[in-house]
């Protein structure tokens, strides 16, 4: 029997990891507060949330560099709770690549496996490199490195060692807009051709759009919401994930009839929804639309609108043109502002500022909310300041 490495690609089971209560207290602040998720096996998934949000300190527990004050961390049915960091099937690849600057990327491939005792690594490490598309930069220092390839080799370096699940921890956070939008499709790539389960932490909403299978909203050591990213996106059940996952405009009434298509009064406007897209408990909510659903017309187009359609009448405060879209702000009767995105798929149609105008989207797209956390729940607060600051 030869003491050979692993062969990146080799097939071999995967199990779920399964997070039951599990908890950390620091002092009076409970920073992951009862955490129960199970993630699929060979499932790409993302804990997406702001600072302090208890996303890493989540990832350090899986990891065993964090002891959780309770609860329990399983790989399929083995409890890995009290393991130590080593002696777990996990690996961790963090921001800063933690590359051995002394060693070519070869060898820095190849440490696990040498640290292992296991002598005959040519075979893996041409494999790995090979799944990284870095074969021919393999007896470069990390210093000749960009720093997305310097991420690929710190990606290489904790697969090369099978793990049951691996852990980047913000890991694009330290590359620039078009080199993490780059690693974005180049780290999805590697995750399905190995089929290992991926643990992204990250506060970037369009990073976890991206490549993640599965994505968890985190917020105050808790799951918010948890599926699919584009449901997740389409159909938020909170005030905090409609906010935090992109824009939506949120506006605030009174059911008048229920069932399976709901109507709401908010401020003399009667607006309709699905009744399985309304989240609210009781009769006040909050209506919600995301800005791209909406479609902006001239009063004199207004005849235009198909029927059964969601309207608004407002005035346009703003006219952004950003390319691809057009963004304009759209003040209503009752003093909010809405935000509207059109495509811009015909040149100079714009409306202009001052312009009244009605805007109008499917009832298909509103959602319904509970009110009760306020408005502003998700909403960045340095957002908030520059808004308060901009009405002063």
């Avoid at 009290?82 to 600057?101: D, G, H, I, M």
């Avoid at 370096?157 to 620039?176: F, Q, Y």
């Avoid at 298909?364 to 340095?382: C, E, R, W």
Wanted: with cysteine.
């Amino acid at each position: 029997m030869t003491n050979e490495g692993p062969r990146a690609g080799t097939s071999r089971r995967v199990e779920d990891l399964r997070l039951a209560g599990l908890t950390k207290v620091f002092g009076d602040q409970r920073a992951v507060d009862e955490l129960s998720i199970t993630i699929a096996a060979g499932s790409f998934f993302a804990l997406l949330g702001a600072s302090g949000c208890g996303k890493t300190t989540t990832l350090r527990m899986i990891a065993g560099l964090e002891e959780p004050t309770s609860g329990q961390v399983f790989i399929g049915d083995k409890d890995i709770t009290e393991l130590r960091a080593f002696q777990r099937p996990v690996n961790t690849v963090f921001q800063s690549y933690a590359l051995f600057p002394h060693l070519d990327i070869f060898e820095n491939v190849a440490f696990g496996l040498r640290r292992r005792g296991i002598k005959h690594v040519d075979a893996a490490v041409g494999q790995m490199l090979e799944l990284v598309e870095l074969s021919s930069l393999a007896r470069r220092k990390p210093s000749q490195l960009s720093g997305g390839q310097q991420q690929r080799v710190a990606v290489a370096r904790a697969l090369i060692n099978e793990p049951d699940v691996l852990l980047l921890d913000e890991p694009l956070g330290a590359l620039d807009l078009k080199l993490r939008r780059q690693m974005q499709i180049e780290l999805k790539r590697i995750q399905s051709e190995v089929g290992t389960t991926f643990v992204h932490v990250t506060h970037d909403q369009e990073e976890a759009m991206t490549m993640a299978d599965t994505v968890a909203v985190m917020h105050a050591g808790r799951i918010e919401q948890l599926g699919h990213p584009a449901d997740v996106y389409e159909t938020p059940r909170t005030v905090f994930v409609a906010n935090f996952l992109g824009q939506s405009n949120l506006i605030v009434g009174e059911k008048i009839q229920g069932g399976e298509s709901v109507e709401v009064n908010a401020h003399g406007v009667r607006f309709t929804m699905p009744g399985s897209r309304n989240f609210a408990p009781g009769s006040q909510l909050v209506v919600g639309v995301r800005p791209e659903k909406m479609i902006v017309l001239d009063l004199a187009d207004a005849g235009r609108i198909p029927s059964g359609q969601n309207t608004l009448h407002g005035t346009v405060t703003d006219v952004s043109y950003t390319g691809v879209s057009t963004q304009y702000l759209v003040l209503t009767a009752w003093g909010q502002q809405v935000i509207a995105f059109e495509q811009n798929s015909i040149v100079g149609d714009r409306c202009a500022v001052g312009d009244p105008v009605v805007l109008h989207w499917s009832p298909q797209h509103t959602f319904g909310l509970d009110p009760a956390g306020g408005l502003s729940s998700g909403i960045d607060p340095s957002v908030l300041a520059l808004e308060s600051d901009a009405e002063a």
